[in-house]
C-alpha cells in the first residue's frame, strides 16, 4: 500500500471584502480563534478556526472575483446554542430544523459564504 498523496486538508479559502470586519464576525458571532494573522503582500494571512479544529478559513480580500463558498459543512453539539448566539449577533439563520439525516441549521457570512451546520 502506498502512502496518501494528500492527507489532510489544511485551509480553506473564504473570500471576504473586508478583512476586519470578517475577523470580527468570525471571532464574535462564531467564537473562532485567531490562527494566524501576518502581513502578506495584498492585505493579511488571517486564519481562524473553531477551538481544538485543526483546517482553518482563510479570510481572503485578495479575490475580488471570486465566487462566495457555498456549503462549508460544519459541525455543533448544540444547534439551539448557536441559533441564539446568531439571532444575537443579528444574523439570519434557518433552522434548527429535522431533516432524514438529522437536525441542521443554515446561514450565511457577511459576504455571501453558506454554512450547514449538523448536529454533531
Known sequence: MSDMLISSILTITVPVADQGAALDFYTRALDFEVRSDNPFPMGRWLTVAPKGETTTLLLASWFPDMAPVGGLVVGSSDLDALAARLREHE?????????????QLLFHDPYGNGFVVSQA
Open 91 to 103: 444574523v439570519a439563520f434557518d433552522g434548527p430544523s429535522e431533516q432524514a439525516w438529522g437536525r
